[in-house]
């Protein structure tokens, strides 16, 4: 009994990590969190998404922080009410449109608040944008766009009336640049095997 739940609580810390100390580049993030390129090249390959974009997403919408959460709500600005989303976890994905996913792909067993399985989630969102609206998948600024509106919203174009949000698109457009740039500098090593980097690291 005592070993299962030892067992147990390793895997559920697993699950649920630091943030990066240097989320600014890509690089190091991966550097210093392994696990978290092989999710992400997964993703890449799975949808021929770039990794830049959801990993830009990812930055603006939690700070690669495994348990965000959107900010209380208030009744009279005092007494709390719950929150102004369902949004929670790394890629901050509401509860119905988290639901879809895990039915559309059969990961009933995906959490929000694991990285593998949210980067997962942000690659499928990014395909479906693509299907849906014609975005392409490489244009982080539309991406975006499409994630926090919605499909039916980035249609309407109801961002349009939210210039908050288009700066904010145009922020996660240039922290994609930057990261693609990175990463092709470190790639070829971040790709290389465990016993490579046991033995030449």
Same mark, same amino acid.
């Given at each position: ?85 369902? =949004? %929670? ?8 449109? *988290?639901?879809? $996913?895990? /039915?559309? @792909? ?33 244009? =982080? %600024? ?8 919605? *499909?039916?919203? $980035?249609? /309407?174009? @109801? ?43």
């Amino acid at each position: 009994m005592r070993t299962t739940l030892l067992v147990s609580a390793v895997a559920l810390a697993g699950c649920s990590t630091a943030p990066p100390q240097k989320p600014d580049d890509l690089c190091e993030v991966f550097f210093e969190k392994r696990d978290w390129y092989d999710a992400a090249n997964r993703m890449s390959e799975k949808y021929g998404v770039p990794i830049q974009v959801p990993m830009a997403m990812m930055y603006q919408e939690s700070s690669f922080k495994h348990d965000a959460k959107p900010p209380r709500d208030y009744i009279l600005w005092v007494i709390p009410w719950g929150r102004v989303s369902s =949004a %929670y976890g790394y890629s901050q994905a509401k509860t119905p449109t *988290w639901t879809d $996913y895990q /039915r559309e @792909t059969g990961n009933n067993w995906a959490s929000r608040d694991n990285f593998d399985d949210a980067i997962d989630f942000m690659g499928w969102f990014v395909t479906k944008s693509a299907k849906v609206n014609g975005v392409s998948k490489w244009d =982080a %600024y539309a991406q975006y766009l499409n994630y926090h509106e919605g *499909w039916g919203g $980035y249609r /309407r174009q @109801t961002y349009v009336k939210k210039p908050w949000l288009v700066k904010v698109a145009r922020r996660v457009k240039e922290r994609a640049g930057i990261y693609g740039t990175q990463l092709r500098s470190c790639e070829e090593e971040l790709q290389r095997g465990w016993l490579w980097r046991l033995f030449f690291d």
